[in-house]
């Protein structure tokens, strides 16, 4: 598994998302948009950081960025992980939305899965 900081998957999707705002493609923005934000969530600090850290004013950290921690650093491995969670997780409801009779959700869903699988490297066997 890669050490290095994810980039490049992260990259074809911010570079896809003007396009897609240009072209006024809201399908597209909607799936770009949510799924750099789930890879942006992932980089967050759970809060185990600061667990054990007293609650007393005179105990707090004073000055701008005092408090402030580190965000992680994925991995291109973990990034690919997200968008494929993200593709599936569409993929799954449009299966729901089919079921209960709603065809435009089922249909919107998985075009949005679709533009995402559009930005994955295919799967070697």
Do not use: C, F, K
Not at 29 to 40: G, P
Not at 109 to 119: F, Q, T
Request: aromatic content about 0%; overall charge negative; glycine content about 4%.
């Amino acid at each position: 598994m890669s050490t290095e900081p994810a980039a490049s998957l992260r990259q074809r999707l911010r570079a896809a998302l003007p396009g897609a705002m240009r072209s006024r493609d809201r399908v597209a923005v909607a799936a770009l948009r949510a799924t750099l934000a789930a890879i942006e969530n992932a980089e967050a600090v759970d809060g185990s950081a600061l667990a054990g850290a007293s609650l007393a004013i005179e105990d707090s950290p004073a000055g701008a960025g005092a408090a402030d921690v580190a965000r992680r650093a994925l991995t291109e491995e973990q990034v690919e992980s997200i968008v494929r969670a993200e593709r599936d997780e569409r993929l799954s409801a449009a299966d729901d939305y089919e079921r209960a009779g709603r065809a435009d959700h089922a249909e919107r869903l998985r075009r949005e899965a679709e533009i995402l699988a559009a930005h994955l490297l295919p799967v070697p066997d």
